[in-house]
Each structure stands twice: as C-alpha cells, then as structure tokens.
C-alpha cells in the first residue's frame, strides 16, 4: 500500500532552534496534514494544507504542500520545551484516506 | 479539547477476554475512524464509520469488530485478547465522508493492557 516517508525519526535540538521536518511519498496526495501529539494524548491537528505549493502558518509553525504533491514539510521556528512531542503527517490520497507517516519524535533541551 | 470523546481512559485485562471501547464524535461530525498504536508503531488505521455505514476497513484483526450507532457513537469490540493487542487505540471523528474536508479529530485515546 501507500507509504509515506517520514525524517527524520528523531529531534534533539536546543531551546531557541529551528526544526524542520519532512514526508515524502511516491504517490500523489490532494491534501496534507499535520498533527502533534504529547505523551498520553491523541494527536492534534496544526495545520492542514489543501493545494499543491501552499505555504501556511501557525503562529512558529510553517508549512508547506509540495509542488509535485509527493512531500511536505513542517517548519518550528524559536523552539521551546512545550513543543516537544511526535509530530505526524498524513497524506489523503486519491480515494480520500488519510495515510500517517510514522512520525518524528522531538525532544527540547532548555 | 477536541470534542471527541472516549471511554475509558484506561482500560486492564487478561488473555482471551473481551473489551469495549466507546467513542462519541464532535457534534455534527458524522464519520469515526478506529486507529491502534503500538509502542513501536504509528497509527495504524482499523476501520471507518460513516452515518452508521461501514466505509472502509484497514489492518483490523477478525477478533475485532466495531459499529456506529443512530446516535453516531460508536464501539470497538476487542475479543480472544492476546499480549500484543496491548496498545492505545483511538478514535476520530470527520464532517463527511472524510473525502473533503478530510480532517480528522482525534480522542484522548483508551490505554489497553493485557497481561
């Protein structure tokens, strides 16, 4: 089935440092999501991305929607320790189901 | 707070049992899907409700089941537990089909532990 391509595995970076992550696929999907889920909880949808080039923010988060539709990427600017968590992407395919990358865990140190 | 709802939060029991997990959706959604999590997975997507309708199945085990009630909640049914059945499961919920807008919201999720 539909794989997406999720790295890196794990983050371990500085207060105060940009993180950037990224999904790739061999298949095209019409949308991107992004979630983030802190330990014990269920993930929570940060941005949503619906066409193909689409740059949009959330307050230090930035992402983008690839030009070929195969990849996205996620962008924390300024980290600080409440950003820790798993970060998740998920591709809707062409038949409309949501595909989760197997996420990047980020640790914060202060 | 999503708006999703599930019960319990924890949930302890033994090889060969049987377990009921609960969801309710946001208000006005109208799908659910089931996902299972294991330690050393990501999501792995179970199976998709919508209106009451079974609408699309993943990797969901026969010893599995689920439905989606009038009132749009909906249980998962786990039986013959074994040790590896041990994970969170969680459930979201959509407006639609899921095929626009096709956000999921997501649970707190229900803690399974078979030992």
């Known amino acids: 089935g539909q794989q997406l391509n999720q790295s890196p595995q794990s983050m371990f970076i500085q207060e105060g440092e940009d993180v950037s992550m990224n999904c790739t696929s061999s298949?095209?999907?019409?949308?991107w999501l992004w979630y983030k889920q802190e330990p014990g909880e269920g993930p929570v949808l940060l941005i949503a991305?619906?066409?193909?080039?689409e740059l949009t923010s959330n307050g230090r988060l930035t992402a983008q929607f690839g030009i070929t539709r195969k990849d996205s990427f996620l962008n924390i600017s300024a980290s600080i320790p409440s950003d820790v968590g798993i970060y998740f992407c998920?591709?809707?395919?062409?038949?409309?189901?949501?595909?989760f990358g197997q996420g990047t865990e980020l640790s914060v140190k202060p | 707070d999503s708006g999703v709802t599930q019960t319990p939060k924890h949930l302890i029991t033994a090889t060969g049992q049987r377990v009921t997990l609960r969801c309710s959706p946001r208000?006005?959604?109208?799908?659910v899907y089931w996902y299972q999590q294991s330690l050393d997975q990501g999501l792995q997507f179970l199976i998709h409700?919508?209106?009451?309708?079974?609408?699309a199945k993943g990797n969901i085990l026969e010893r599995f089941s689920a439905q989606q009630f009038p009132d749009l909640h909906s249980e998962l049914n786990l039986s013959s537990l074994e040790l590896g059945d041990s994970a969170l499961y969680f459930c979201a919920s959509s407006y639609g089909t899921g095929l626009f807008p096709p956000e999921q919201y997501f649970g707190p999720g229900t803690r399974l532990t078979v030992t």
């Open positions: 298949s095209i999907f019409n949308t």
């Open positions: 409700y919508y209106n009451g309708e079974e609408r």
């Open positions: 208000s006005g959604d109208l799908s």
């Open positions: 991305l619906y066409k193909a080039g």
């Open positions: 998920a591709g809707q395919n062409q038949g409309g189901k949501l595909i």
